[in-house]
C-alpha cells in the first residue's frame, strides 16, 4: 500500500528571530498532498499556531508567524523564545498522516555562549590555567545544552531536558558575571 512518509528538519539557528523548519518527507506519487498543515506550540502556551504550507516547505517562522508579535510584522522582528516547542506536521487525512516533534531551541543560549567565548582570551598555543578552567567550564556548559536537546527530542524527556537547560542558563550567567 501505497503512503507517505512524512519527516521534519529543525535545525539549530543563531538567528534569535526565527525558527527555521523545513521538510524532508518524502511523498507517494500514487496519492495526493491535500491539505498540508504544520502546528506549532510555543513554550509556555497551550494551544498551537496553524500554518499552511506547501509539501517539500522550508521555513523560516518569526514572531509574527507564532502569534507572538502583532505589530510591525514585516519590518520589525521580535525574538522568539528558546525552549521545547511541540511541532506537528500532517497532510490529509491530518488525523492519521502526521508526525510530530518536540523540538529544544536554545538560540539564546548559545548565542550568550559564543559572547562569553569570544572574551576568552584564547591564543594558538598552550592557555594559562586560568583559561584552561575557563574553556573547560565552557565546554561542560556546551554538554549540559547538548545533553538538554538529546533528553527533549530524542529520549522524549522534557521535564529533564528542560532541568539540564535552566541549570546550563545558570552556569552561563554565572560565566558572563566572572567576564564582567
Known amino acids: 500500500m501505497a503512503n507517505h ?7 539549530t539557528v543563531m538567528n534569535t528571530c526565527i525558527l527555521s523548519i523545513f521538510d524532508t518527507s518524502v511523498y507517494s506519487d500514487l496519492i495526493p498532498v491535500n491539505c498540508p498543515t504544520l502546528q506549532i506550540t510555543v513554550p509556555g502556551f497551550s494551544y498551537s499556531t496553524e500554518l499552511t504550507v506547501t509539501p517539500n516547505f522550508n521555513q523560516a517562522i518569526t514572531a509574527c508567524d507564532l502569534k507572538l508579535q502583532t505589530q510591525n510584522c514585516g519590518t520589525s522582528y521580535t525574538d522568539i523564545p528558546d525552549g521545547i516547542y511541540i511541532i506537528r506536521y500532517s497532510v490529509s487525512p491530518n488525523d492519521i498522516v502526521f508526525v510530530e516533534y518536540n523540538h529544544l531551541r536554545i ?4 548565542n550568550r555562549y559564543n559572547n562569553i567565548l569570544c572574551r576568552v582570551d584564547v591564543a594558538d598555543c598552550d592557555p594559562p590555567f586560568r583559561i584552561k578552567q575557563k574553556l573547560e567550564a565552557l565546554r561542560i556548559i ?5 545533553a538538554a536537546k538529546a533528553k527533549v527530542e530524542v529520549c522524549h524527556e522534557p521535564q529533564k531536558g528542560m532541568s539540564l537547560y535552566n541549570y546550563a542558563l545558570k552556569l552561563l ?4 558575571c566572572v567576564n564582567c
Open 142 to 146: 556546551r554538554m549540559y545544552l547538548d
Open 5 to 11: 512518509v512524512l519527516s521534519l528538519e529543525v535545525p
Open 107 to 110: 538560540t539564546k543560549a548559545l
Open 173 to 176: 550567567m554565572k560565566m558572563e
